[in-house]
Every structure is written in C-alpha cells, then in structure tokens.
C-alpha cells in the first residue's frame, strides 16, 4: 500500500520554464489538495480537490493550475515558472471530500528551485 | 477564516527533559485540532487530533494535548524527550463548515534535543 507518492523528489527549473509535480493516491480518498511549504510559513493551500471533476483555489494559487480527472491523481502545474516558487511541495489527502474533521495523508514532498 | 498561531520558532530541550510546544487558535466555531510532526526530508505524520469530549487527548509516541477552550490554545506536551523526537511540529486546526473544511497550520516549532 503505497498511500501517496509524488515525483518528482527533486526539481530545478529555469525562471519560466513550466513543470508538472504528479501526486496520485492508492486509498480512494475524495479529497486532494497541494501545499507549499516555506521557512517561518508553515504550510499554505495551494488548490484542493474534493472529488474527481471538482477543483477550487486554496490560499496562494497564484501561477499554479490544477486538473482532477482521476480519483488517484491530482497533478500541479507551472506554466510559468517564477523564482518566488522555489519552495518543497506537498500533496496531502484525505477520506471525505469536505470535512475539515478528517486527518490528512501526507506524500514525502517534492523539492523545487527556480534559478 | 481561522487562524494558528505558534509562538516558538524553535526550541531546545535536554534529552529526558519535560516539553511543551505551545499552540493558539482562531476559529468562531468548535474547532477540530490537530498535531502534525515533520522529521528532516518527510512528509508530515500525525500525532494526536482533538474533535470533541475528553480535552486531554492522548497520541502516538508518548505525546499528548490539552485543549482550553477559554484559552484557544491546543498545547503539545510530553513528559521526557527523547533524542528521536527532534523534529518540526505544526499545530493545525479545521472545521466542517466554510474555509474552515480547509486545514490551517501554524508556522511551526521545531524542537532541538541535546544528549
């Protein structure tokens, strides 16, 4: 049972260039969604997902898309790749498409640097 | 829109020593809280969650929290450290209802242990 697996682990970009970091679940979790995490910041929504079909914009979605056609995958992209997204990414689930109650699943992360 | 607040960046205990990560909420309704702990290069894993009734919940590792309504606070406590659990700590809090079905972290404490 691998829970959630993001790839890639590590990532270097040139400003404006674009990127997908994949995140797909094996739980059947309605819920998906991507953070950022930065020094002193915490963790801020990206975008979420609560079921496949259904997106909806997080706290800082600013230069990130999203698509949710699959109930496994949720794949973050950057179209235009800026230095300010130079961040670790995670992808984290849950059963229950809209319940703040449920515990998260976390993925291991995937690290980018935007030159 | 809710909010955590933890107000130690870091914190540095001895090894057996006793430890206290302090949390502070803002959320208008009863908030579902919870405890997340971030070894170097890993996702995050939960350690405890609080929804309702006893205000003393017990978690993995040894951990455990009290939840004070009158103080909006969901500190993290554990009674003798030991060297494994040094790590990053965020506090987070959800709810069923609005933004809140959208979990909120804290920036985040990480815990130094001396030998």
């Known amino acids: 049972n691998a829970g959630v697996t993001q790839t890639p682990k590590f990532q270097v970009l040139k400003t404006g260039q674009s990127m997908t970091l994949q995140c797909a679940q094996d739980m059947n979790h309605e819920y998906m969604s991507w953070y950022r995490q930065d020094p002193g910041m915490g963790l801020r929504l990206i975008h979420y997902s609560v079921g496949a079909g259904i997106t909806d914009q997080g706290e800082v979605p600013n230069g990130y898309n999203v698509s949710r056609s699959t109930t496994e995958d949720f794949p973050l992209r950057l179209l235009s790749a800026a230095p300010s997204q130079t961040s670790v990414y995670f992808c984290a689930t849950r059963q229950g498409g809209s319940s703040g109650a449920n515990v998260l699943t976390f993925g291991a992360g995937s690290r980018l640097t935007v030159l | 829109a809710q909010s955590v607040t933890q107000p130690d960046i870091h914190i540095t205990v001895s090894e057996g020593a006793s430890l206290e990560l302090r949390c502070n909420y803002s959320?208008?309704?009863?908030?579902?809280l919870f405890w997340y702990v971030q070894s170097p290069g890993q996702g995050l894993q939960l350690l405890l969650k609080?929804?309702?009734?006893?205000?003393l919940v017990q978690g993995i590792k040894g951990f455990e929290a009290e939840f004070k309504r009158s103080q909006s606070s969901f500190n993290l406590r554990k009674p003798s450290v030991h060297w494994s659990d040094a790590a990053e700590y965020f506090c987070a809090v959800g709810g069923l209802s609005g933004s809140a079905r959208q979990l909120t972290f804290g920036s985040g404490t990480q815990l130094t242990v001396l030998p």
């Open positions: 609080y929804f309702s009734g006893d205000t």
């Open positions: 959320y208008g309704a009863t908030p579902y």
